[in-house]
Protein backbone atom coordinates (compact mmCIF):
# COMPACT_ATOMS: atom_id res chain seq x y z
CA UNK A 1 0.00 0.00 0.00
CA UNK A 2 1.68 3.03 -1.04
CA UNK A 3 1.65 6.25 0.38
CA UNK A 4 2.61 8.85 -2.28
CA UNK A 5 1.45 12.41 -2.50
CA UNK A 6 -1.13 12.65 -5.29
CA UNK A 7 1.31 16.08 -6.51
CA UNK A 8 4.50 13.25 -7.13
CA UNK A 9 2.02 11.33 -8.71
CA UNK A 10 0.87 13.80 -11.28
CA UNK A 11 4.86 15.49 -11.48
CA UNK A 12 5.50 12.00 -12.61
CA UNK A 13 3.08 11.61 -15.47
CA UNK A 14 3.84 14.89 -16.59
CA UNK A 15 7.50 14.07 -16.61
CA UNK A 16 6.57 10.99 -18.62
CA UNK A 17 5.11 12.34 -20.95
CA UNK A 18 7.44 15.21 -21.52
CA UNK A 19 9.76 13.28 -22.16
CA UNK A 20 9.11 9.47 -21.44
CA UNK A 21 9.14 6.69 -24.15
CA UNK A 22 5.83 4.83 -25.12
CA UNK A 23 5.55 1.26 -23.21
CA UNK A 24 8.06 2.64 -20.02
CA UNK A 25 6.64 0.63 -17.07
CA UNK A 26 7.56 2.92 -13.72
CA UNK A 27 6.74 2.14 -10.13
CA UNK A 28 5.53 5.38 -8.71
CA UNK A 29 6.45 4.58 -5.48
CA UNK A 30 7.22 6.97 -2.06
CA UNK A 31 11.33 6.66 -2.05
CA UNK A 32 10.64 5.75 2.34
CA UNK A 33 8.76 2.31 3.04
CA UNK A 34 5.71 2.88 5.32
CA UNK A 35 4.47 -0.64 6.73
CA UNK A 36 0.38 -1.08 6.49
CA UNK A 37 0.41 -0.83 9.82
CA UNK A 38 1.85 2.45 9.75
CA UNK A 39 -0.52 3.75 7.14
CA UNK A 40 -3.51 2.54 8.60
CA UNK A 41 -2.69 4.56 11.93
CA UNK A 42 -1.57 7.18 9.74
CA UNK A 43 -5.00 7.26 8.45
CA UNK A 44 -6.81 6.72 11.41
CA UNK A 45 -5.44 9.45 12.95
CA UNK A 46 -5.85 11.58 9.78
CA UNK A 47 -10.17 10.43 10.20
CA UNK A 48 -10.17 10.91 14.11
CA UNK A 49 -10.40 7.39 14.26
CA UNK A 50 -8.31 4.88 16.84
CA UNK A 51 -7.51 1.63 14.53
CA UNK A 52 -6.04 -0.97 15.01
CA UNK A 53 -4.11 -3.53 12.97
CA UNK A 54 -4.43 -6.83 14.36
CA UNK A 55 -2.64 -10.27 13.03
CA UNK A 56 -4.78 -13.11 11.40
CA UNK A 57 -2.63 -16.35 10.39
CA UNK A 58 -2.82 -17.09 6.63
CA UNK A 59 -4.49 -20.96 7.89
CA UNK A 60 -6.81 -19.10 9.33
CA UNK A 61 -7.89 -16.97 6.15
CA UNK A 62 -7.54 -20.48 3.87
CA UNK A 63 -9.68 -22.37 6.55
CA UNK A 64 -12.73 -19.95 6.24
CA UNK A 65 -12.23 -19.62 2.26
CA UNK A 66 -12.07 -23.54 2.03
CA UNK A 67 -15.43 -23.19 4.85
CA UNK A 68 -17.36 -20.30 2.23
CA UNK A 69 -16.44 -22.70 -0.56
CA UNK A 70 -18.11 -25.70 0.69
CA UNK A 71 -21.10 -23.28 1.79
CA UNK A 72 -21.40 -21.79 -1.69
CA UNK A 73 -21.35 -25.41 -3.20
CA UNK A 74 -24.31 -26.39 -0.89
CA UNK A 75 -26.28 -23.68 -1.56
CA UNK A 76 -25.48 -24.20 -5.61
CA UNK A 77 -23.20 -21.27 -6.30
CA UNK A 78 -20.15 -20.84 -7.73
CA UNK A 79 -17.31 -20.04 -5.99
CA UNK A 80 -15.07 -17.79 -7.52
CA UNK A 81 -12.43 -16.87 -4.82
CA UNK A 82 -9.00 -17.48 -4.88
CA UNK A 83 -7.57 -17.88 -1.67
CA UNK A 84 -4.16 -18.09 -2.27
CA UNK A 85 -4.59 -14.25 -4.12
CA UNK A 86 -6.70 -12.56 -0.82
CA UNK A 87 -3.72 -14.24 1.78
CA UNK A 88 -1.43 -12.70 -0.72
CA UNK A 89 -3.16 -9.23 -1.05
CA UNK A 90 -3.68 -9.69 3.25
CA UNK A 91 0.65 -9.98 3.54
CA UNK A 92 1.40 -7.45 1.16
CA UNK A 93 4.09 -5.38 3.05
CA UNK A 94 6.15 -5.36 -0.04
CA UNK A 95 8.52 -2.81 -1.45
CA UNK A 96 8.68 -1.34 -4.90
CA UNK A 97 11.92 0.11 -5.77
CA UNK A 98 11.51 3.92 -7.77
CA UNK A 99 15.00 3.88 -9.03
CA UNK A 100 13.81 3.42 -12.62
CA UNK A 101 11.62 6.47 -12.38
CA UNK A 102 14.39 8.43 -11.00
CA UNK A 103 16.91 7.66 -13.42
CA UNK A 104 15.23 8.10 -16.68
CA UNK A 105 13.03 10.96 -15.99
CA UNK A 106 14.66 12.89 -12.84
CA UNK A 107 11.43 12.36 -10.38
CA UNK A 108 11.36 12.99 -7.08
CA UNK A 109 9.09 12.47 -4.70
CA UNK A 110 9.11 15.97 -2.66
CA UNK A 111 5.63 16.57 -1.82
CA UNK A 112 5.79 12.97 -0.02
CA UNK A 113 8.56 13.15 2.31
CA UNK A 114 7.51 17.36 2.95
CA UNK A 115 3.95 15.61 4.21
CA UNK A 116 5.46 12.89 5.90
CA UNK A 117 8.01 15.56 7.91
CA UNK A 118 5.15 17.52 8.83
CA UNK A 119 2.61 14.81 10.36
Do not use: C, H, Q
Given at each position: MAFIHAEDVAY???R???????????????????SS??????????????LKSIFIPGCI?????????IFKKMLGKQNRAD???AVACAKRDMCYSNEALKKS??????????YIKRH
Open positions: AVTWLADGEDGSIFNVVPSKYIREWIRAWGKRKNLSIRFAGLSLKMKYLGWEDKATLE
